[in-house]
């Protein structure tokens, strides 16, 4: 049986716990929101309620729809990888049968080392003069592309540098996925003459799709949060090609202080997020059968 | 030419002991032979190797008369039932049934034909849109039977597919098996540690220990005549009373009663074994057992107690009244006596007067 | 057929041996540079083991930017923060699983939904918020803003939850209070998920640049991401800083590798049940 609490139980044990959660989680999306519909700037002490008008500017606003679509595209090329060479890297993991410890460690150091500092070393290995890369692509006699300042090749970079923090991490979630398959569904499979891609087609994949369902979420949600790799190696630019929009909700409200767009995009951002977590909890349900 | 011949197979795993030493069976098409062993013996390696799931280290294993040893499995066509179900959780039963099919190639109308036929042997009809997650532990161990009839191999192996059932489905499923079996005319392995099972089911039951066969036999043969005392204290329940005899001048003695044999083992020292529905209470007996617990199992009871210190059960169906601590007489059918010897533990062919 | 596992099992070796160095080779390239020579890195960044070892890379950098200064700031704040947030989400994930009160349901609706909205949201007006306390610009304001974890109390939660109800009912009737249920029985009884949570926490805390770059202004009062770009930037993207931009990011860098090399099985095993940072 539950236990009743007393009221001294509750302020000790939830009311005075939550006062952090509630000071800077819930008053904030709430003010947000409120903020949202103002055109204040900061600085002034007096604001105007201005509607839905920030929202309307935003859409229609070429710096939000550019950002908008840098998002997308910077989302998708960089889960789409994340999750394919996470789960390939964990197939061959898993059939490992040595080191298997010390290579999931090198995998998964990315990931724990900040990714303001690897930026930085990222920054000088695309280095177009003196970076490793061009100087590979020298010696192979590989075009050398300017990759911090054409635009293409610098959502590129950024690209490269998510998927580099974040592939090992997906990997580590697919191996244990895969680890967690009895191993009789695979001698089954040999038993029904499967090849090898057949087994990882009809086997594999469907039998770790809740664990792909769950890194896809996570890594979207990841991808619109994105921010170290950008302020460091592009800074949204060249000509805002990398501006996304979380960048550009830093760029409104702490260099512009438009708090009222800065808000509304904010909450644009939560928007996205939500409908995206709510699918993924719709398709879980869908896809868990065991 | 017998359908399967196992040809002094051994097998090692990786840095390990030898869990099987040149192990030789021979097992004719249409049988329904039983691998029976206490846990760890080696009964799922014997079964996996015949599979093809995995490497035979040393010897043969021919089936129809052709080696099979460095077959992959898919060509050994063999249908395996597993322990575990191994059903695949993201597919329907229809699916999971035809799955094996599908993937060899055949065609959908005939794919659909037999799992239907399938499911209506094995009762699944209402179910083949269902999930595996949604069934009840019997219904999926039909549905991997049924994934293992639609393929209609040669030999069918299961690895104890009944373990994870409660005992009265375990009694209807293994007579749907044994009546599957005869239907289908298939030769079936079936492995288990539970002796009813082996009993009930098989044609030929092989007793295993410690990767060793001790017994081939029917299953009266093993129950009636056990080749060694493993097999006398593992089949039956309770198992068999085993008490040393003593032995003076050619003479043998249980306790303080003289035993007359019809045959002259010399001074061979013997174990003496009597089922204990072959035991009864007769007070006039010489040989004495002080109860210590009497067990009742509804239409008979077992008393349990302790012959000068060697644990003995008798079955008793009098409504007489026995205490704890009581000393009674035992007495047994003649007939049915075994004899061991105390060395080799191997059955010694004795008989007794009277 | 045996000779073919083994060769594949070799290729396979190899094949993610090689990957595997390409993750940490940014790692390696890091510490190489910030050893070298500038003209060295110019004329051979593809050298591995440099021909001379410039140590005064790091005595510079240091020189150049309080570097210890922001690793310890980052290093307490992120102590704080971690202990903090166990102790506050503890609290929070023992009621919710333990106490019947009004309101439990909701609450919990509210943080599993909390979860998985960016913490951008709050951002604006937190920084609000923290003004009027007075506490922009301060490493206190950065922990208090900090304080509240909802992956933490997910996480705590959802291994509370298997603690076996008798266990708790027994020591209720040995006459334990909750606050000794909590901190003696049920906290030791779930150290994965404390741990895991701590590891998670210490990374997630110790390499945040967003949030504490708006807060933080003086060079003497950053934390080590925000201490590092800024030194990063102004030293500039010239040729000749680089050893010295390296040399400063090797030490931000080296802690955590090291604290990761210490730590790793840890890491590995607890990263599986993290998903969104906090
Ligand atoms: N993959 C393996 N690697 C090493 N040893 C193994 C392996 N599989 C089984 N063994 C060992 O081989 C012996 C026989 O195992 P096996 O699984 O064949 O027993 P079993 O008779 O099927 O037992 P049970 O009734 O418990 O299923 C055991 O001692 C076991 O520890
Ligand atoms: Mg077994």
Redesign the interface.
């Not at chain 1, 999931?104 to 690897?118: C, D, E, K, N, Y």
């Not at chain 1, 930085?120 to 290995?125: A, D, F, R, S």
């Given at each position: 049986?539950?236990?009743?609490?007393s009221k001294r139980?509750?302020l000790?044990?939830?009311v005075?716990?939550?006062i952090?959660?509630v000071?800077?989680?819930?008053?904030?999306?709430i003010?947000?929101l409120w903020?949202s519909f103002t055109d204040w700037n900061y600085i002034s002490p007096t604001f105007d309620y201005v509607g839905i008008k920030n929202y309307t500017q935003l859409f229609a606003s070429q710096d939000f729809q550019q950002a908008f679509a840098h998002t997308a595209y910077f989302t998708f090329f960089s889960v789409v990888p994340i999750i394919v060479f996470g789960f390939l890297?964990a197939v061959?993991?898993n059939?490992?049968?040595?080191?298997y410890?010390?290579?999931?460690?090198?995998?998964?150091?990315?990931?724990?080392?900040?990714?303001?500092?690897?930026s930085?070393?990222?920054?000088?290995?695309f280095?177009s003069k003196?970076?490793?890369i061009n100087?590979?692509l020298h010696i192979l006699h590989l075009p050398e592309p300017q990759w911090l300042t054409n635009p293409t090749a610098a959502m590129w970079t950024i690209i490269i540098v998510t998927i580099?923090k974040n592939?090992?991490?997906a990997a580590?979630?697919f191996s244990?996925a895969l680890a967690k398959i009895?191993s009789?569904?695979f001698?089954?499979s040999?038993?029904?003459?499967?090849s090898w891609w057949?087994k990882i087609w009809?086997?594999l994949i469907?039998?770790v799709?809740p664990t792909t369902l769950?890194l896809v979420i996570?890594m979207i949600?990841?991808c619109?949060?994105a921010?170290?790799q950008i302020?460091?190696l592009t800074q949204g630019g060249p000509a805002g090609s990398t501006t996304t929009l979380?960048y550009l909700?830093?760029q409104l409200?702490?260099k512009q202080f438009q708090?009222g767009s800065?808000?509304a995009l904010?909450?644009v951002?939560?928007v996205i997020?939500?409908i995206l977590?709510y699918i993924s909890i719709r398709m879980s349900r869908k896809h868990t059968?065991? | 030419m017998d359908l399967i011949e196992l040809k002094r197979i051994n097998k090692q795993y990786e840095n390990k002991e030898k869990v099987i030493e040149d192990f030789d069976l021979n097992i004719k098409k249409g049988d329904f032979t039983v691998f029976l062993g206490p846990s760890g013996c080696g009964k799922s390696t014997l079964l996996r190797m015949i599979a093809g799931l995995e490497k035979i280290s040393a010897g043969e294993l021919l089936i129809n008369g052709e080696l099979q040893n460095d077959l992959p499995p898919k060509e050994r066509n063999i249908a395996m039932v597993f322990q575990n179900y191994a059903l695949y959780p993201h597919m329907s039963v229809e699916k999971n049934m035809g799955f094996g099919l599908k993937m060899r190639g055949i065609d959908k109308q005939i794919i659909k034909q037999k799992v239907t036929d399938a499911a209506k042997i094995l009762n699944l009809t209402d179910y083949l849109d269902k999930f595996p997650g949604n069934l009840s532990g019997g219904q999926q161990q039909r549905v991997a039977l049924g994934r293992a009839i639609v393929r209609e191999s040669e030999i069918y192996l299961m690895d104890e597919p009944l373990s994870n059932l409660d005992a009265k489905l375990r009694a209807v499923m293994r007579e749907e098996i044994v009546t599957l079996h005869k239907q289908m005319a298939a030769t079936t392995i079936y492995v288990t540690h539970d002796q009813t099972e082996a009993m009930t089911m098989a044609d030929r039951i092989v007793i295993l220990n410690h990767g060793d066969i001790q017994q081939i036999g029917t299953p009266k043969e093993v129950y009636q005549r056990p080749q060694n005392m493993f097999v006398a204290s593992f089949i039956g329940i309770p198992p068999m009373n085993l008490i040393p005899l003593k032995n003076h001048d050619g003479k043998y003695y249980l306790e303080n009663a003289e035993l007359s044999l019809k045959d002259d083992l010399g001074n061979q020292p013997l174990v003496f074994g009597i089922r204990p529905e072959d035991a009864f209470v007769d007070n006039a007996a010489p040989l004495k057992m002080k109860v210590t617990y009497i067990e009742d199992m509804g239409a008979d009871r077992y008393v349990h107690g302790l012959v000068n210190g060697t644990k003995f059960t008798l079955r008793d169906g009098s409504n007489n009244d026995y205490q704890v601590d009581q000393e009674i007489g035992v007495g047994f059918t003649a007939q049915q006596v075994s004899f061991f010897d105390q060395v080799s533990t191997n059955r010694v062919e004795a008989n007794l007067w009277k | 057929m045996k000779k073919v596992q083994k060769i594949q099992g070799w290729a396979l070796f190899i094949i993610l041996l090689i990957i595997g160095l390409l993750m940490v080779y940014p790692m390696i390239w890091m510490l190489v540079s910030s050893v070298k020579s500038a003209n060295e890195i110019l004329n051979q960044p593809l050298q591995l083991i440099p021909r001379s070892f410039h140590f005064d890379n790091f005595t510079n950098a240091l020189k150049a930017a309080p570097f210890m200064q922001w690793l310890w700031n980052s290093a307490w704040t992120t102590v704080v923060i971690v202990f903090m947030q166990l102790f506050f989400s503890s609290l929070i994930a023992y009621a919710l699983t333990q106490f019947k009160f009004m309101g439990r349901n909701v609450l919990f609706a509210i943080i599993l939904a909390t979860y998985m909205l960016p913490s951008a949201t709050t951002y604006i007006p937190s920084y609000v918020i923290l003004g009027k306390m007075h506490l922009i610009n301060s490493l206190i304001g950065l922990v208090i803003s900090n304080l509240a974890n909802v992956f933490v109390i997910f996480l705590l939660r959802q291994s509370f939850m298997s603690v076996p109800k008798g266990i708790i009912e027994a020591a209720r009737s040995d006459g334990a209070s909750e606050w000794t249920i909590l901190w003696q029985i049920v906290v030791p009884m779930n150290k994965n998920a404390v741990l895991n949570a701590t590891l998670i926490g210490f990374i997630t805390n110790f390499n945040g640049y967003l949030w504490p770059s708006l807060l933080l202004n003086d060079t003497k009062k950053q934390v080590i991401s925000v201490g590092l770009n800024s030194f990063s930037n102004t030293q500039g993207a010239f040729d000749q800083t680089f050893p010295i931009i390296m040399a400063g990011t090797t030490i931000a860098v080296v802690p955590l590798i090291i604290v990761y090399v210490i730590l790793q099985k840890y890491f590995v095993q607890s990263s599986k049940t993290s998903s969104i940072k906090g």
């Open positions: 049986m539950e236990m009743k609490a139980q509750l000790l044990f939830v005075i716990p939550l952090p959660l000071v800077f989680w819930i008053i904030p999306l003010v947000s903020l890297l061959g993991l059939k490992l049968k040595r080191s410890k010390f290579i999931q460690a090198l995998l998964f150091a990315p990931w724990v080392t900040p990714l303001i500092g690897m930085i070393v990222w920054g000088w290995i280095n003196v970076g490793p100087q590979i580099w592939a090992g991490w580590l979630f244990d009895p009789s569904l001698e089954v040999d038993m029904e003459g499967l057949q009809y086997v469907p039998l799709s769950f996570v949600l990841e619109l949060q921010y170290d302020t460091v979380l909700y830093y409200g702490f708090m800065a808000t904010s909450i951002i939560l997020s939500a977590a059968y065991y | - | -």
